[in-house]
C-alpha cells in the first residue's frame, strides 16, 4: 500500500506519532491515579489498624466492666444472704425471748395467785378456827368485840400489804407487757428494714441486668460495623485491584476503548474512599460517647 500511495506517507507517521504521545499522556495520568490511590489505600488501611486497635481497647475495656459487674452482683449476692441469715437469726432470737418472757410473766402470775389462794386459805382456817374456840369457850362479849376489832385490824393491815404486793405485781407486769410491745415493734422494724433491703437488692438486680444487655447490644452493634467496614475494605480492595488490572489491560488498546471509563472509575473510587472515612470517623466518634458514658 506505501508503494502504491507514496504521497500519503508522512501524515500517516505524523498520526501515528501523535498517537503514541497521547497514549503514553493517558498511560502517565492513569498510573498517577493509580498511585494517588495506592496511596490513598494505604492511608485508609492505617486507620483501618488504628481502629482494630481501639475496638481491641474498648473490648478490653467492656471485658473488664464486665467483671467488675459480676464480681459487684456476688457481692450484692453474698450481702443479700448474709442479710437474710442474719434476719432469721434475729428473728429466731426475738421469737425465743418472747417465747421466754412470756412463759416466766405467766410462771409469775400462775405463783402469785397459788400464793393468794394459800393466803385466802389460810384466813378462812384462822377464821373457822377463832369461831369454833369462840363458840367453844362463850364469855364475854366485850373482850370478843375487842379481839374481833384487833382481828381486823391485823387483817386489814395484811390486805393493805397484799394491795401493796399487788401494785406490785401489776407494775412488773405493765413493764413485762410494755417489753413484750417493744420487741414487736423492733420486730415489725426490722422486718420492714429486711423488705426495703430486698427491694434495694431488686432494684440494683434490674439496674445490673438493663446495664448488661444494654453492652451486650452495643458489642453486637460494634462487631456489626466492624464487619460492614470490613466488607467495604474488602470491596474497595478488589476494586483498585480490578482498576489496576483495567489500567494493565488498557496499556495495549486504543483510545477508544479506554478514553471514557477511566474519569468514572476514579470518580467512584474518591467517593468510595471519602464515605469510608466518614464512617471510621462516625465509628470513633460514636465509640468516644460510649467510653465516656461508660
Same mark, same amino acid.
Do not use: F
Given at each position: ?25 493517558? %498511560? ?16 485508609l ?19 473488664? #466492666?464486665?467483671?467488675? #459487674?459480676?464480681r ?16 432469721? !437469726? ?28 394459800? !393466803? ?25 368485840m ?15 400489804? #397484799? ?6 405485781l ?11 410491745e ?5 420486730l ?16 440494683? %438486680?434490674?439496674?445490673l ?6 453492652h451486650?447490644? !452495643? ?46 472509575? !476514579? ?28
Amino acid at each position: 500500500a506505501a508503494k502504491k500511495n507514496p504521497g500519503t506517507t508522512p501524515s500517516t507517521a505524523t498520526t501515528s506519532t501523535a498517537t503514541s504521545s497521547t497514549k503514553s499522556k493517558k %498511560e502517565q495520568e492513569l498510573m498517577a491515579a493509580t498511585k494517588e490511590a495506592q496511596k490513598e489505600v494505604r492511608v485508609l488501611r492505617k486507620h483501618v489498624v488504628k481502629l482494630n486497635s481501639t475496638l481491641e481497647t474498648a473490648e478490653q475495656e467492656i471485658q473488664a #466492666l464486665r467483671g467488675e #459487674l459480676d464480681r459487684a452482683a456476688t457481692r450484692m449476692e453474698q450481702d443479700r444472704t448474709k442479710a437474710k441469715t442474719d434476719l432469721s !437469726q434475729l428473728q429466731e432470737r426475738q421469737k425465743a425471748e418472747l417465747a421466754k418472757q412470756q412463759e416466766l410473766h405467766k410462771e409469775a402470775l400462775q405463783n402469785q395467785q397459788q400464793r393468794w389462794e394459800q !393466803q385466802l386459805a389460810h384466813y378462812q382456817n384462822q377464821l373457822k378456827e377463832m369461831e369454833s374456840k369462840r363458840k367453844q369457850e362463850g364469855g364475854d362479849w366485850s373482850k370478843e368485840m375487842t379481839q374481833a376489832m384487833q382481828r381486823e385490824q391485823e387483817m386489814s393491815s395484811k390486805v393493805a400489804l #397484799l394491795e401493796d404486793e399487788k401494785a406490785v405485781l401489776e407494775s412488773q407486769i405493765s413493764t413485762l407487757t410494755s417489753q413484750q410491745e417493744a420487741l414487736g415493734s423492733r420486730l415489725e422494724s426490722l422486718t420492714q428494714t429486711s423488705e426495703n433491703a430486698l427491694n434495694r437488692e431488686r432494684d440494683a %438486680e434490674d439496674r445490673l441486668d438493663a446495664a448488661l444487655t444494654q453492652h451486650a447490644r !452495643q458489642i453486637s452493634q460494634r462487631q456489626a460495623r466492624e464487619a460492614e467496614l470490613e466488607r467495604t475494605i474488602q470491596e474497595l480492595n478488589a476494586a483498585l485491584v480490578q482498576k489496576a488490572g483495567n489500567a494493565d489491560i488498557a496499556g495495549g488498546l486504543g483510545e477508544s476503548q479506554r478514553g471514557g471509563l477511566a474519569p468514572p472509575g !476514579q470518580a467512584a473510587l474518591q467517593a468510595r474512599i471519602e464515605s469510608l472515612e466518614s464512617e471510621l470517623e462516625h465509628s470513633n466518634s460514636q465509640w468516644a460517647q460510649e467510653k465516656e458514658r461508660c
